[in-house]
């Protein structure tokens, strides 16, 4: 298996651009974040006082020509770079902003080897339906992905509807983060149970969970094992990082079918090692790595 081709379903844009998370850890949310999630990092690189955004530009690449290069490197056959647009709760004001124009001119760059994301913002519905429509358009993205606990809603939210309307009319799936937050946000809305609406809703279209559900790790398998086109996405946690559930849903008919993984970021080297280091069986890990992204993002 140590040559066994591999799709990161959650690579983000900041992977090529680091530069960019300046602007993120101006924000509340990351200054904190920098100081608990990442406390391990933040010791080993000791960043002077205002520069905390380097403990996730550690693991970046400079530019996506580098992260081309490493991606064929390490066999990362594709990479699905969705655009991340989330709201400060303390700041009030995009504390992510990517700009999807940034993502498509590395989708291009990609030659086919980049999937590009669009990302939603409840707050401003028609103008990120818009965007959503020209980025399918103008740059084949395949997805959208969005942080609805960083807006404060449940993804069963009246204002989280037209994503999906506008996700089914466009024949793409959708993804959203569930689990706790990272940064201090209010995580309830992260529970996984709130999909199961909207599953029942939209039984036709496909919903990818991120972020592994945790700690409600039995409500995210249940949503993925009961809903036909509920997905799950093992990223934001580097593999070895996983709980023992976790491990034993994926390695079962009912999760192997069902889940892909993502680097978030985190740095391709280590993420790919400790993905071949996983106890699960062959089997699962190449519809895991590989065949399952390529069915969920038509590919």
């Known amino acids: 298996m140590a040559d066994l081709k591999v799709i990161d379903c959650s690579l983000l844009y900041h992977y090529c651009d680091p530069e960019i998370l300046q ?4 924000f509340h949310e990351f200054q904190v974040m920098a100081i ?3 406390k391990g990092v933040l010791e080993r690189v000791k960043p002077k006082p205002g520069e905390e955004w380097k403990v996730l530009a550690t693991a970046c690449k400079s530019s996506p ?3 081309l290069k490493e991606m064929e490197e390490l066999g990362i056959a594709y990479a699905v770079i969705p655009t991340v647009w989330g709201w400060s709760q303390r700041d009030h004001g995009m504390m992510m902003d990517h700009k999807v ?3 498509g001119e590395v989708v291009k760059k990609g030659n086919g080897k ?3 994301g669009a990302s939603y913002n409840p707050f ?3 103008e990120s339906l818009e965007t959503i429509d020209r980025t399918v358009k103008e740059y084949g993205f395949k ?3 969005f942080h609805p606990i960083s807006f404060g809603m449940a993804p069963n939210d009246r204002r989280c509807y037209p994503l999906y309307t506008k996700c089914l009319e466009l024949g793409i799936p959708v993804g959203m983060q569930v689990g706790h937050s990272a940064e201090p946000l209010t995580s309830e809305p992260g529970h996984p149970m709130y999909v199961d609406n909207v599953a029942i809703e939209f039984p036709d279209l496909k919903i990818i969970m991120t972020h592994t559900g945790w700690p409600w790790i039995d409500e995210w398998c249940s949503m993925i094992w009961r809903h036909p086109n509920v997905y799950g996405m093992c990223n934001a946690y ?3 990082g996983l709980y023992p559930e976790t491990l034993r849903f994926l390695d079962s008919p009912r999760g192997r079918d069902k889940v892909v993984m993502g680097s978030h970021a985190y740095g391709l080297p280590r993420w790919k090692k400790e993905l071949l280091e996983m106890p699960i069986s062959d089997k699962a890990k190449q519809k895991i790595f590989y065949d399952n992204a390529i069915k969920i993002f038509d590919i």
Do not use: A, H, L, Q
């Open 114 to 116: 980049i999937i590009g």
């Open 65 to 67: 020509e580098e992260m």
């Open 124 to 126: 401003r519905i028609k």
């Open 238 to 240: 580097m593999p070895s």
């Open 101 to 103: 124009d940034d993502v």
């Open 143 to 145: 997805y959208v992905w």
């Open 23 to 26: 602007e993120c850890f101006k």
């Open 36 to 38: 608990t999630t990442f």
